[in-house]
């Protein structure tokens, strides 16, 4: 069915229609086989039928699809096996900012604007344990993408108070209750950043704390 179309739309003078059809068949396609080499023939054959249509806005939805396929693979990157895949997400945002400075109104354009805003998001997250030795600093594993630097700060904290505001605040309200505690410490943590669009890890350290209660809390503002 889809070869029929493929064939009834070839000599159309717009090949909106032909593009989202090959678009279809190249999926499909893909996602029923078996061969091992399977998404590098997709990427291929993306990257041919854009060549053959660059100078028709309808490109941007192929250029889009081969972007998508780039955070794919830049999604396998695993530093601690190899720098393989690593630029992926950077090819995929260079890639979706040339479609929406040549086509800003198409759909491609459009679609490349929410990947490039998905690439570009700023994230971070950590892990310590739940209960230190006293007076001693300590480790925590920080995890981020796109910061160069984060915010931290350390408040006393009244256990019994916070056990019921657990219960009865959650989300955003229950962050407002954190930011009204009083600073006990505040830092910066400086953060390597190599442009690459991935999420990193890095244990950094936490100063001594007497004995007591503590909220850690991290931010990419102040």
Known sequence: IIQDLVAFHSKDENPQALIDVELKRLKFVRN???SEIKDSL???????LEKR???NAASSEVNYEIAAMYVEKGNKYNPQQSEENKWYKKHALELCEEVIKKYPESDGAKNCAVLKSQIEEHSVDFITEKVTTPNAPFRALLTYKNLKTVYARIAQMDIDKYNKSVER??????????LKLT???EWTVELPEDGDYQTHST???IPELPLGHYLILFGSEK
């Open 42 to 48: 997709y990427l291929t054959a993306l990257q041919n």
């Open 53 to 55: 249509f660059a100078a």
């Open 183 to 185: 600073s006990f410490k």
């Open 203 to 205: 244990e950094i350290k």
């Open 169 to 178: 605040y959650y989300g955003e309200d229950l962050m407002k209750q954190y």
């Open 32 to 34: 029923k086989s078996v």
